[in-house]
C-alpha cells in the first residue's frame, strides 16, 4: 500500500470543510484506495486542523495525486510524509467509530542502524502490552514535508479517544520503556524532540 | 490503584500518598571526575529536578571512596507522585534546553550513563491495569 499522510493547519479555520471537500473529491478523482479527511480532535499536538490520509493501489498513483494535492494545500502549514506501509497488526479489521492516530516523527541523522531497528522493533511491540491499540502499523518514510524531516509514521486506530489518552499514555511500557528513545534526559535518546501527534474520528479501520 | 483524571492536562494514576514511582540516574564517571560530577549534580541538576516535581530520595557513591584514577559510580534514586507526576516531569524538562545541555555536559564527563524507571513488584500489577 501506498501512503500519503497530510496534518494541515488552516490559515483560514473557515475553510475547513470546504477544503476537506475538495481534498475527497481529488481523492476519488485519483481511485484512491482509502480515504480519512476529518478535523483533528482535542489533545493533538502539531497535529494540525484537518488530518488527510489516502492509500493507493502504487507509487505512481500516489505521487500523481500528490502533485496535484500541492495546490490545493497551498497557503497553509503542513506536515506530511509519503510513504509505503506494510500492515503490522490488526487485531481488529471490522473496527468502526474509533479513532486513528498518526504520530510523525525524526530520528537523529547518523543514528546508529543497530539503534534505529531496535526503536522499530520495540515501537513494534507496544500492541502486545497495550491491548487497547487495535490496529497499528510503523512505517519508514520515503518523502517528508514540514517542520522537520520526518523519518517514522507510527500510526495506529484505537476503539475510541479513550483508549488514546488513557492505557496508551498510562502504561508503564510506553513511559518506562519506550519513551527512552524520545527523552532528552536519556542516554539512548535518538528522535527529534519536535513531534507531529495528530488523531480524528475514524468511520471505519483504514490500516 | 485508581486511574483518575487529574485536573491538569496530565493522565493520572494514582496510589494514595505514595510517591511510588522511582527514577533513576546511575553515571559511571570518568576517572577522578567523580566527586565534581556529583557536586554539580546536587548544585545545578538536583534543584530544577525538584521543581519538576522529584523528590531525591538517595545518593549512592561507589566504591565508597573517591578514586582518582579510577570511576566512582554514582546513583540518585529519586520518586515521583504518579504517572501524571511522571508526565509533567517529561513533559517540562523535555522542552528545556538547559535540562538537555546540562545532559551532553554529563556525557562527556563521564564514561557511561543510565537513567531508568521502576516501582517496587509490589506495585507491577497495579501499574499495568491500564
New interface residues.
Partial sequence: MFKLTRLVTLADPARLAPLADELRALARMHEAWRTLVAPTLPGSHFGGDLLAHFVFDSAGQRDAFGTALAPLLAGNAVDGADYQGSPDGKQAPDLANGVYRVLLLSVDDGTDPESVAQFEAETRMMPHY?SAIRNWQLSRIEAAIGERRWTHVWEQEYAGAEGL???Y????YH??RI??W??????ERIVD?RLCHSFCALEASIL | MSVARSSSMWPTMTQGERRFIHAIDEIVAKPGEGKALLDDYMARYAPGARERGLHLEQVLVSPPMWLDDQSNTLTFRWSIADTGGWWQMRFVGGNDPAVAAWWTEVDARAVSRRRFFAVEPVDIEGVCDV
Fill in positions: 497495550i489518552l488513557g492505557p499514555m498510562l502504561h508503564p513511559w518506562a519513551d527512552r524520545f527523552d532528552p534526559e536519556c542516554p524532540a
